[in-house]
């Protein structure tokens, strides 16, 4: 196999078992099912067996590195990051760099990032800056250059390295791409390493708006700058078109890590109570740190109330606070009723409920089983698509006839040529 046939099996499980399926056959112990396919070349058993076996002693990690090593050897990058990363874990970091080097002299950029970090870890900056040095016009090496080799005797030679500080994109999404021409923040963050922490929020603050847009990343990290270093007077001065949202936040964990937690809980609550569905979720999670569990409930669920058809991440919050404090009941009822009140998406409503089934220990009941909940197993197999297979594997596991799982999925995605999502053609 080589990393383009990796890549397409990645990409289509043509002669894979699907993840979410590896999950259940593991979780229903089918390990020799396991075993079987991963022998067969099975990146998803095999990365699974692995992550299984990597905590069992010096022999487990010898398996799990058994397991993976025949992906890796190919170059395939998601092989070679799994293994450099259980080495790096274990502490064998000059295994890793040996792993990851390969890839990283080929000019690969997240081999390069990763090596970088450790070399950075056993202390050879120089090193670093010599192997990102030459590519920081690739914004996220550059950023990495920065984090990692800024303040170590070499910061001349690293602002000499550093694309120019560009003005931003004029087409509004412009910035979202790593390889956009805005360097702002890569220069602002190099400043506050190198102590220059007024220098990097003017730089910041005459960019978060250009040409009349409003940069988000620009006004984010400006928030968070300030709130690093205590400036507390000019959090509570964040123009309110230019990223309040970002100050409040930072205001609010300011006040928190100072232990004013009645401070921090009134501005959220203030927020909160406009109608700001973040400043809420926000808030949640403050009071739920704290211990203030039915008080964070209370606030999602009002929030959730008026958020309309956008309320999934307010009822996951809900529902994880509940299942913390052992009230997983109440989460499933919560569920069931607010989806009896405002309708909308049933497989959704049993997503939901198997989550908090799960993360309460409990079996995924055939009452809550997520994917094509209401069709049958024939509808199913008629369906022509690779969530409809994936759906009926996972609910053979679950009746124990994971031979049958499997035949199913041979039958229905191997030598097919599809994008997960897609009809089977």
Request: proline share 4%; hydrophobic share 45%.
């Amino acid at each position: 196999m080589d990393r383009a046939g990796l890549d397409h099996r990645h990409r289509t499980y043509d002669g894979w078992i699907p993840p979410t399926v590896v999950a259940l056959l593991h979780e229903h112990g089918h390990h020799d099912v396991l075993r079987q396919a991963a022998s067969g070349g099975d990146w998803f058993c095999a990365r699974r067996l692995a992550e299984a076996a990597s905590g069992a002693g010096p022999d487990g990690r010898a398996t799990a590195l058994a397991l993976l090593e025949p992906f890796a050897a190919t170059g395939w990058w998601p092989a070679v990051d799994t293994v450099a990363g259980l080495l790096a874990e274990w502490e064998r970091d000059d295994e890793a760099v040996v792993v990851l080097r390969p890839l990283a002299d080929s000019g690969h950029r997240y081999a390069l990032r990763d090596l970088a970090r450790l070399l950075a870890r056993q202390g050879h900056v120089d090193q670093v800056v010599a192997l990102l040095g030459p590519r920081a016009a690739d914004l996220t090496l550059a950023e990495e250059l920065v984090e990692l080799a800024a303040g170590h005797g070499r910061d001349a030679e690293i602002a000499a390295l550093l694309p120019d500080v560009g003005t931003g994109a004029t087409d509004p999404f412009g910035f979202w791409s790593s390889d956009a021409v805005d360097t702002v923040p890569l220069h602002a963050r190099f400043l506050e390493l190198q102590g220059r922490t007024d220098e990097a929020i003017d730089l910041l603050g005459r960019h978060v708006r250009v040409e009349g847009v409003v940069y988000a990343d620009h006004a984010e990290q400006l928030a968070r700058l300030l709130g690093r270093h205590g400036r507390e007077a000019e959090l509570r001065a964040f123009p309110t078109d230019e990223g309040e949202e970002y100050a409040l936040a930072a205001l609010a964990e300011l006040l928190e890590e100072q232990d004013r937690i009645p401070e921090a809980v009134a501005l959220l609550g203030r927020s909160a109570r406009t109608g700001n569905p973040h400043a809420a979720f926000g808030l949640a999670e403050l009071l739920a740190r704290h211990g203030r569990h039915d008080e964070a409930v209370e606030v999602l669920s009002t929030v959730a109330e008026t958020a309309g058809g956008d309320s999934d991440w307010i009822l996951h919050l809900l529902c994880r606070i509940l299942v913390d404090v052992g009230r997983a009941d109440d989460a499933l009822t919560y569920i069931g009723d607010y989806f009896t009140r405002h309708g909308g998406n049933h497989q959704e409503e049993a997503f939901m409920k198997a989550a908090v089934l799960k993360s309460s220990g409990r079996a995924v009941d055939a009452e809550a089983e997520p994917g094509e909940l209401a069709r049958s197993d024939e509808e199913l197999r008629r369906s022509g698509t690779v969530d409809g297979a994936i759906a009926l594997a996972e609910r053979l596991v679950r009746r124990g006839e994971p031979q049958q799982a499997i035949a199913h999925l041979r039958d229905r995605l191997d030598g097919v040529n599809v994008v997960r999502g897609q009809n089977l053609r």
